[in-house]
C-alpha cells in the first residue's frame, strides 16, 4: 500500500470521505458522552473514532492524517485518559474502595445521572481510540513488497 494519497481514488471517494469521516467523529463521542444512558460506551465510542482516524489514512494518506493527529499529540492523549481513570480509580479510595462513586447518582435518563461513569467512558474512550490508531499506525509501517524474494 502507498502511504502516499492514492491517486486512484476518485474526487468522489474523496469528498465522501471528508463528510463521513465528520459524522464518524460526532457519532463516536455521542457513544462515548452518552454510553451510561443508551447503548454504547467509551470503547464502543473509542473504536469508531479510531475508524474514522484510519479512513482518513486509507483515503488521503499518512502524511495528511499524521498532521492532523501527529505522534506526541496521541501520546499526550493516550496518557491524559489513563492518567485520568486512575486517578478516578484512586479517588475511589476517599469513599472506601477502588473505582468507588464518589459522585452522586443524579436522576434516571439525565446527562450526569451515573456518577463516575461518564468520566470513565470518556478516559477510555481516549485511550482505545489512540490506542487502535497507533496499532494500525504501527502495523501500516510493514507492508510485503511482491517484487521481494524471501
Known amino acids: 500500500m502507498n502511504r502516499e494519497a ?3 481514488f476518485s474526487v468522489i471517494v474523496r469528498i465522501t470521505a471528508r463528510y ?3 459524522i464518524m467523529l460526532v457519532f463516536g463521542l455521542y457513544i ?6 443508551t447503548h454504547g460506551d467509551g470503547f ?3 473504536v469508531m473514532i479510531a475508524l474514522a482516524f484510519i479512513m482518513l489514512m486509507l483515503v488521503f494518506g499518512k502524511d495528511v492524517t499524521l498532521r492532523i493527529l501527529t505522534r506526541p499529540a496521541a501520546t499526550r492523549l493516550a496518557s491524559v485518559g489513563a492518567l485520568l481513570l486512575l486517578t478516578i480509580a484512586l479517588l ?4 472506601g474502595y477502588f473505582f468507588f462513586n464518589f459522585l452522586g447518582k443524579g436522576r434516571a435518563f439525565q446527562f450526569w ?3 463516575i461513569i461518564p468520566v470513565c467512558n470518556v478516559a477510555i474512550g481516549l485511550l482505545v481510540s489512540v490506542s487502535l490508531f497507533g496499532i494500525y499506525t504501527a502495523l501500516s509501517q510493514f507492508h510485503s513488497d511482491p517484487e521481494r524474494k524471501s
Not at 475511589?92 to 469513599?95: A, D, H, V, Y
Open 113 to 115: 445521572s451515573a456518577g
Open 6 to 8: 492514492d491517486p486512484s
Open 20 to 22: 463521513v469521516v465528520r
Open 92 to 95: 475511589g479510595f476517599t469513599g
Open 32 to 37: 462515548i458522552l452518552h454510553g451510561q444512558i
Open 44 to 46: 464502543a465510542g473509542g
